[in-house]
């Protein structure tokens, strides 16, 4: 089955400066790859995906990168803000709703 | 428009116990998928439905079963409660198969 493991597990971040997390996974069949973010108490909110027919996905602060060959893919988020502090999962799957998640990274963004 | 609803939000078991856990799904939508999440991981995938039917199911003891009734919401049951059960439960209700997975707040399940 799929494995995703996904780095580093906490990050600390001043604001404003940029934040990148990793994740591989397991499945070359897996083509769909969505990240969310959880905060305390919360579900967790989807805020971006790609598909693997894509490499790259841009919204607003939020890019996201899939490497197929490699069976990779990275979240970045630029100008971090405090309240970008949560803890962010990936996900892959071969359709949105069987999803495998990585372990999950505790972003911190300092003011 | 209402999203993801989970009831209830926090539940004490004990050992033994039976519990079921219940889901809306977001209006419009016909698939759900449950997830059991451990303090300090990921999600980790329980079953999905879709149009009432079982299209999916994770690496969970036969214990845990679900259903989708017409409505399109659910029902996620576990007999025979064991303490490594406490978990977040998640709810994801999405339109279809293969589309976007919008999650609920979750039951706290705690078993002692």
């Known amino acids: 089955g799929e494995n995703v493991e996904q780095h580093p597990s906490t990050l600390s971040v001043q604001e404003g400066d940029s934040a990148v997390i990793k994740c591989t996974y397991s499945?070359?069949?897996?083509?769909?790859f969505p990240w969310y973010k959880q905060e305390l108490g919360k579900g967790p909110q989807l805020i971006i995906d790609?598909?693997?027919?894509?490499g790259e996905k841009k919204d607003q602060r939020i890019a996201v990168t899939l490497n197929k060959t490699a069976k990779h893919f990275s979240l970045h988020i630029t100008e971090t803000q405090p309240e970008d502090s949560a803890v962010y999962f990936c996900?892959?799957?071969?359709?949105?709703?069987?999803?495998?998640f990585g372990a999950g990274t505790r972003l911190t963004v300092k003011p | 428009d209402a999203g993801v609803t989970q009831s209830p939000t926090h539940l004490i078991k004990t050992r033994g116990q039976h519990v079921t856990l219940r889901c809306s799904p977001i209006?419009?939508?016909?698939?759900v998928s449950w997830y059991q999440q451990v303090l300090g991981q990921g999600p980790q995938f329980i079953f999905q439905y879709y149009e009432k039917e079982e299209r999916g199911r994770g690496n969970f003891p036969d214990r845990f079963s679900a259903r989708q009734f017409p409505n399109y919401s659910s029902e996620l049951n576990v007999n025979a409660l064991l303490l490594g059960d406490s978990a977040l439960y998640l709810c994801?209700?999405?339109?279809?198969?293969?589309?976007?997975?919008?999650f609920g707040q979750g039951t706290r399940l705690t078993v002692v």
């Open positions: 996900a892959a799957s071969k359709i949105a709703n069987d999803m495998r």
């Open positions: 994801a209700s999405s339109l279809k198969t293969g589309t976007w997975a919008f």
């Open positions: 790609i598909r693997s027919n894509v």
């Open positions: 499945d070359s069949a897996s083509n769909y």
């Open positions: 209006s419009g939508h016909k698939s």
